[in-house]
T-cell receptor, first 113, second 109 residues
Framework: NAGVTQTPKFQVLKTGQSMTLQCAQD?????MYWYRQDPGMGLRLIYY???????DKGEVPNGYNVSRLNKREFSLRLESAAPSQTSVYFCASSDSSVYNEQFFGPGTRLTVL | KQEVTQIPAALSVPEGENLVLNCSFT??????LQWFRQDPGKGLTSLLLIQSSQREQTSGRLNASLDKSSGRSTLYIAASQPGDSATYLC????????FGTGTRLQVFP
């Protein structure tokens, strides 16, 4: 039972390059989330998808786009990476009940030079 | 706007001590509160979830309490061990999770 998986684990980009972070869950959850974690700032929500076919902005969506490819997969795209996007990115998922416990992936450590 | 504060930011204790980590919040309109553990360079592991209607939850040596009227939650760790060393995060669910900045715990032998 893999839970939530993320690829890649590490990535180094140059300013202006683009890339997509991949996330998949095998728990049949309806809701999926993307967070970034920065020192002293805690985890902040970038985008979320309450159910397949829907996406909504979180607290810090600028510079990112997302795609809910199907129920299992939720990707995060940086179209033109900036040094301010250097961070650790976490994907999470949950069922849609009020219980709503979130389960997290291992993270992607991204450095933008 | 909901604000979540965790005090202390860091804590170092000898093995065997019982300890309390604190989480305070400004808005009591929450669905639930979740405590996580994060090891260096790793993801978040869910430890306990307390529903808004509950007062506490227990799992092994861990006990989490919730007092919405005072805007506080505590995570109690009994008989601490070096393996408990990690950062502990609380997060409030108001249909989205709002995280505190964590308490970094070190338990030394």
């Amino acid at each position: 039972n893999a839970g939530v998986t993320q690829t890649p684990k590490f990535q180094v980009l140059k300013t202006g390059q683009s890339m997509t972070l991949q996330c998949a869950q095998d728990m049949n959850h309806n809701s999926m989330y993307w967070y970034r974690q920065d020192p002293g700032m805690g985890l902040r929500l970038i985008y979320y998808s309450a159910s397949e076919g829907t996406t909504d902005k979180g607290e810090v969506p600028n510079g990112y786009n997302v795609s809910r490819l199907n129920k299992r997969e939720f990707s995060l795209r940086l179209e033109s990476a900036a040094p301010s996007q250097t961070s650790v990115y976490f994907c999470a998922s949950s069922d849609s009940s009020v219980y709503n416990e979130q389960f997290f992936g291992p993270g992607t450590r991204l450095t933008v030079l | 706007k909901q604000e979540v504060t965790q005090i202390p930011a860091a804590l170092s204790v000898p093995e065997g001590e019982n300890l309390v980590l604190n989480c305070s919040f400004t808005d009591s309109a929450i669905y639930n509160l979740q405590w996580f553990r994060q090891d260096p360079g790793k993801g978040l592991t869910s430890l306990l979830l307390i529903q808004s209607s509950q007062r506490e939850q227990t799992s092994g040596r861990l006990n989490a309490s919730l007092d919405k009227s005072s805007g506080r939650s505590t995570l109690y760790i009994a008989a601490s061990q070096p393996g408990d060393s990690a950062t502990y995060l609380c997060a409030l669910n108001t249909d989205k999770l709002i995280f505190g900045t964590g308490t970094r715990l070190q338990v030394f032998p």
